[in-house]
T-cell receptor, first 114, second 109 residues
Framework: DAGVIQSPRHEVTEMGQEVTLRCKPI?????LFWYRQTMMRGLELLIY????????DSGMPEDRFSAKMPNASFSTLKIQPSEPRDSAVYFC????????????FGSGTQLSVL | SQQGEEDPQALSIQEGENATMNCSYK?????LQWYRQNSGRGLVHLIL?????REKHSGRLRVTLDTSKKSSSLLITASRAADTASYFC?????????FGTGTRLKVLA
């Protein structure tokens, strides 16, 4: 298996632009998490999907952030409009829900908003 | 909160020495997990210990769990430069995997 695949690996954009981050979870996994990591805040849980349904989005910082999971093999995290304070590394992770077993993380997207 | 809190925040040791880092949590758990993050990469699962286990080994890793104290420790024996990374613990609840700030381990060659 290729693992969790995230794209792009790096994204540089200007303030006000729309940014879309993509994630392909491991086949057979039915839980998906989006995290954001910064030096100041550490690793923050943004949103959790189970069976493609958003279960908990309480970590989404504000309405500029939205996430979707149209099917079991694809999820997006969108920021519109982007701001410099959104600069961070965004990680996607997948696992099998109901088991509390290990998560598999993607390599992350390094986002820089200028 | 299902968050794990690691201690110390940073640790610097010589190659060949053992590294010990600790984790505390607040709620009852069914397992506790340790992950490693190399600089600029995603977290990688290292080891999982269930609530009815007290100790577990995996290669040079040894994890202990004390549910009465709500704490765990990760021991890396005979450390190598390649062990330089951040280490996180997590005690997942129903579904939330909330990570702490981690222990930054530096192994000096």
């Amino acid at each position: 298996d290729a693992g969790v695949i995230q794209s792009p690996r790096h994204e540089v954009t200007e303030m006000g632009q729309e940014v879309t981050l993509r994630c392909k979870p491991i086949s057979g996994h039915n839980s998906l998490f989006w995290y954001r990591q910064t030096m100041m805040r550490g690793l923050e849980l943004l949103i959790y999907f189970n069976n493609n349904v958003p279960i908990d989005d309480s970590g989404m910082p504000e309405d500029r952030f939205s996430a979707k999971m149209p099917n079991a093999s694809f999820s997006t995290l969108k920021i519109q409009p982007s701001e410099p304070r959104d600069s961070a590394v965004y990680f996607c992770a997948s696992g099998r829900s109901g088991t509390n077993e290990k998560l598999f993380f993607g390599s992350g997207t390094q986002l820089s908003v200028l | 909160s299902q968050q794990g809190e690691e201690d110390p925040q940073a640790l610097s040791i010589q190659e060949g020495e053992n590294a010990t880092m600790n984790c505390s949590y607040k709620t009852s758990i069914n397992n506790l997990q340790w992950y490693r993050q190399n600089s600029g990469r995603g977290l990688v699962h290292l080891i999982l210990i269930r609530s009815n286990e007290r100790e577990k080994h995996s290669g040079r890793l040894r994890v202990t769990l004390d549910t009465s104290k709500k704490s765990s420790s990760l021991l890396i024996t005979a450390s190598r430069a390649a062990d330089t990374a951040s280490y996180f613990c997590v005690a997942p609840g129903t579904y939330k995997y909330i990570f702490g700030t981690g222990t930054r381990l530096k192994v000096l060659a």
